[in-house]
């Protein structure tokens, strides 16, 4: 049993479970021009009814992740595709751009595995990722997360194949390190009491602005 605390909320986001109203935002975010192409859809435009079974297809839980100060919607955060027998799933996180990005999407991914390995037996959670996104987290590699594999030239956008990476959280390295984190990430928010210290600047992203939502 997890001794650390299990929260949804943290000093920059929040997670709170999906619900119909969200759809209409998710599909927009999901099909806008940046980030289509390295999401579910994958470059369609699948109608409203269509996208909400796919929403829900394989899922082992979701969230939508909010921004903690005025409850703006930044993007949706899954576990899909679960493997119980081998103790594994898979992630995925839909963000859209905003100050600081990567900041929030780490406290995101952050808050959400703790939510897993805390619910589910599981050995790691694994993410696949675009060569195009590979910005966004090379140096969490073998820091965060191993890369266990690359699929070559294996996703076709902008007239060339593109390289997909596979990721692989394992419960052991982030148990370990969620518990030196996550006071840092829940300082200051309603679940802490604390006041919350000065956040670093955000990493800064290399993209054109146009090219700047997060998916993976």
């Given at each position: 049993?997890?001794?650390?605390q299990?929260?949804?909320?943290?000093?920059?986001?929040?997670?709170?479970?999906?619900e119909?109203?969200?759809?209409?935002?998710?599909?927009?975010?999901?099909?806008s021009?940046s980030?289509?192409?390295?999401?579910?859809?994958?470059?369609?435009?699948?109608?409203?009814?269509?996208f909400?079974v796919?929403?829900?297809?394989?899922?082992?839980?979701?969230?939508l992740?909010?921004?903690?100060?005025?409850?703006?919607?930044?993007?949706?955060?899954?576990?899909?595709?679960?493997?119980?027998?081998?103790?594994?799933?898979?992630?995925?996180?839909?963000?859209?751009?905003?100050?600081?990005?990567?900041?929030?999407t780490?406290?995101?991914i952050?808050l959400?595995?703790?939510?897993?390995?805390?619910?589910?037996?599981?050995?790691?959670?694994?993410?696949?990722?675009?060569?195009?996104?590979?910005?966004?987290?090379?140096?969490?590699?073998?820091?965060?997360?191993?890369?266990?594999?690359?699929?070559?030239?294996?996703?076709?956008?902008?007239?060339?194949?593109?390289?997909?990476?596979?990721?692989a959280?394992?419960?052991?390295?982030?148990?370990?390190?969620?518990?030196?984190?996550?006071?840092?990430?829940?300082?200051?928010?309603?679940?802490?009491?604390?006041?919350?210290?000065?956040?670093?600047?955000?990493?800064q992203?290399?993209?054109?602005?146009?090219?700047?939502?997060?998916?993976?």
């Amino acid at each position: 049993m997890l001794a650390r605390q299990i929260t949804f909320r943290g000093k920059r986001v929040v997670l709170r479970p999906v619900e119909p109203t969200d759809y209409d935002f998710i599909l927009q975010l999901s099909t806008s021009s940046s980030i289509t192409y390295r999401w579910r859809t994958r470059g369609t435009t699948p109608s409203p009814p269509d996208f909400q079974v796919m929403l829900w297809r394989g899922v082992l839980c979701q969230f939508l992740i909010e921004r903690s100060s005025d409850g703006e919607p930044l993007g949706l955060i899954s576990a899909y595709n679960a493997d119980f027998r081998n103790q594994t799933t898979y992630l995925a996180i839909l963000m859209r751009d905003h100050h600081g990005g990567a900041i929030w999407t780490f406290d995101a991914i952050a808050l959400f595995l703790n939510y897993l390995f805390a619910n589910f037996n599981l050995r790691k959670i694994y993410a696949e990722t675009s060569e195009l996104s590979s910005w966004t987290f090379a140096s969490g590699a073998g820091r965060y997360f191993e890369v266990e594999g690359t699929l070559r030239e294996h996703e076709y956008y902008g007239g060339r194949y593109w390289d997909t990476y596979v990721l692989a959280f394992w419960r052991h390295d982030c148990e370990a390190l969620l518990e030196k984190l996550l006071p840092t990430i829940i300082a200051g928010s309603p679940a802490d009491g604390r006041p919350a210290p000065s956040p670093a600047g955000p990493p800064q992203d290399p993209r054109p602005p146009e090219d700047r939502t997060e998916a993976s």
